[in-house]
């Protein structure tokens, strides 16, 4: 059983930064790709980032670029959302994933809520 817990999420408001942050609890997490993905109210959950099981690859939707920056640490099974110049419509909930390259999309944590509002 793959379990992924996500931390960080929060009030901020627009402009401002949050990092999020997801530990994979069990071994085996540099054979993972790793994705973060969000969904807000009345829409589809979308791939926001994700990140090749070594790192050297990286893919991001159109409406981050820029401004969110995914990474890894293989050594703490750790997966890092970095997210500034938060906008209000980056609100949603934020969920981790791992899985296979470039969807990332086969296991899931329990989501993290964003809020952007001033």
């Known amino acids: 059983q793959v379990q992924l817990v996500e931390s960080g999420g929060g009030l901020v408001q627009p402009g401002g930064s949050l990092r999020l942050s997801c530990v994979l609890s069990?071994?085996?997490?540099?054979?993972?790709?790793m994705g973060w993905y969000r969904q807000a109210p009345g829409k589809q959950r979308e791939l926001v980032a994700a990140?090749?099981?070594?790192?050297?690859?990286?893919n991001y939707v159109d409406s981050v670029k820029g401004r969110f920056t995914i990474s890894r640490d293989n050594a703490k099974n750790t997966v890092y959302l970095q997210m500034n110049s938060l906008k209000p419509e980056d609100t949603a909930v934020y969920y981790c994933?791992?899985?296979?390259?470039?969807?990332?999309?086969?296991?899931w944590g329990q989501g993290t809520q964003v809020t952007v509002s001033s």
């Open positions: 069990r071994s085996g997490f540099s054979l993972y790709a």
């Open positions: 994933s791992a899985g296979l390259w470039p969807r990332a999309n086969d296991f």
């Open positions: 990140i090749s099981n070594g790192g050297f690859s990286t």
